[in-house]
Every structure is written in C-alpha cells, then in structure tokens.
C-alpha cells in the first residue's frame, strides 16, 4: 500500500491529504502552522508541526520511506523549490509540486519533479472542457 507525505496543508494540500485518507491511503501531513496541524489531526494519519525546508527534520521524520510526497506550498516559492529537491535527493518515486506560475512549474520540473499541477488553471480547464463536452449546451 503506497504512503504518501503531504508538505503544505493549505486548501490543496489539505484536500488532497483528506482525500488520500478517506481512499484509505496512510497519509503524513507536515505544516509549519500549529493550528493547521491541530484542524487536520483526526483526518489524516499523521499531522505533524514542522519547517519542512530543514532537511534534518524530514530525516527524523523518516520520510524517505513515503512512496509519494506532494508539495503544496504556493507562497513561498523558495520553500517550495527546497523541499522538492530535498524529496527528490532523498529517494522519493513520486514528487508531485503545486506552482504558483509558469517559471516556478520549470524550474520545479528542472530539479526533477515528476508532475507539476496549477489548481486553479487546471481546474478551469477542466470546467471548460466540461461545459462544452456535457449535454448542458442543450438547455
Ligand atoms: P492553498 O491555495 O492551497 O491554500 P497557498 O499556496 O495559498 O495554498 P501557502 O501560503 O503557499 O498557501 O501555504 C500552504 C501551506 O503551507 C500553509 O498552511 C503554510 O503554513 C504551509 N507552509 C509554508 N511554508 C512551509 C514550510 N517551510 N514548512 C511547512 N509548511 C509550510
């Protein structure tokens, strides 16, 4: 069963940790941010506070054991590049990295993610391809 890191509990982070869990995925949650922490306690498997650009503290964490980490921190783009390349150079398979604009997606695919997503722009797209491919244009 794959186990999956998620870094950043943000709105996407979070979702995507929730949804993990509920498929019935273990699922450790890292956020710098108490009360976020203590908010996502019982809904994943593990929540845990921490600076996830301190590199020691993933290794305490054991985090290259996770089979799939996902970076979901936007805001801060430096925060966001040194955690990838730390998950990468740790051993993780799977690295997915949220960006924030078209030069944060290349630069996270340059030091070797394996699939950046832009939610909003993804979703928009997706809600167009929606509208248009739906029986909704017969109303
Ligand atoms: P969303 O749109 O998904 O809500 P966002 O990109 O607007 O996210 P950010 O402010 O970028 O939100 O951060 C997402 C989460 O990442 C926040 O809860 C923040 O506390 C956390 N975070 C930011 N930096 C770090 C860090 N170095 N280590 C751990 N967590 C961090």
């Known amino acids: 069963m794959k186990q999956f890191v998620v ?12 949804t993990l869990y509920k498929l019935g995925y273990d699922v450790l949650g890292i956020d710098s941010n108490e009360e976020i922490v203590q908010s996502l306690a019982d809904s994943i498997t593990h929540a845990v506070q921490a600076d996830a650009t301190d590199e020691n503290t993933l290794k305490a964490l054991g985090i290259r054991n996770f089979d799939v980490g996902i970076v979901s921190i936007g805001d801060d783009i430096q925060a966001s590049i040194l955690i990838t390349l730390i998950l990468k150079e740790m051993g993780l398979k799977y690295v997915v990295a949220k960006a924030q604009n078209d030069l944060h997606g290349k630069v996270l695919y340059k030091i070797g993610a394996d699939r950046v997503v832009f939610p909003e722009r993804d979703m928009g797209i997706r809600v167009a391809h929606n509208l248009v491919s739906s029986n909704i244009l017969d109303y």
């Open 7 to 18: 870094i950043g509990l943000g709105r996407f982070g979070s979702s995507v940790a929730r």
